[in-house]
């Protein structure tokens, strides 16, 4: 019986070393999960999900009546019920004293991780962001982080 060369073993010694840095790279420079929000609407209302508050894994659910102005949401706990409620009247903060706003809504994260809803108004040509505060079992008001005019921007 004959020992192999060694330049039989080469190929295989070249394969292992391939298979064990492919390995390691995968394992170290894996990019982060991707995560999607959810938006559905239709003439009167939008549903849809956002990341939570800094710190706070997870997302909640939220629904602006379109009618009303008003921005409701929640978040499901560990239990499978709704353990934290959000409530904003954006009509207010739109000047929408007539019913007469037309919202659309998207969400999204922050530089630093936190949850961030953006509505924009068609009639005032606003959009009003407003962050996620963290909070568990409660009821908690939405916070307003800032606004801009879209249309003024483009004249």
Sequence with gaps: M???SRRSLLPVACLAVGVLAGSVGTAVLSPAPL?????????KMAIFTSPLSI?????????????????????VGNNGGFTTSYMRNVA??????????????VSGTTDNGGGMIYIAENRSGVVA???IPA???RQLPLVPAGTFNFKAAVQ
């Design 2 to 4: 004959s020992t192999p």
């Design 35 to 43: 995560k999607a929000e959810a938006v559905d609407r239709n003439e």
């Design 55 to 75: 710190g706070r894994p997870g997302e909640g659910v939220f629904v602006l009546d379109g009618t009303t102005g008003t921005l409701v949401g929640g978040v």
């Design 92 to 105: 207010a903060d739109f000047g929408d004293r007539a019913g007469l706003a037309e919202y659309v809504v």
């Design 129 to 131: 962001a407003y962050g």
């Design 135 to 137: 909070g568990n079992g």
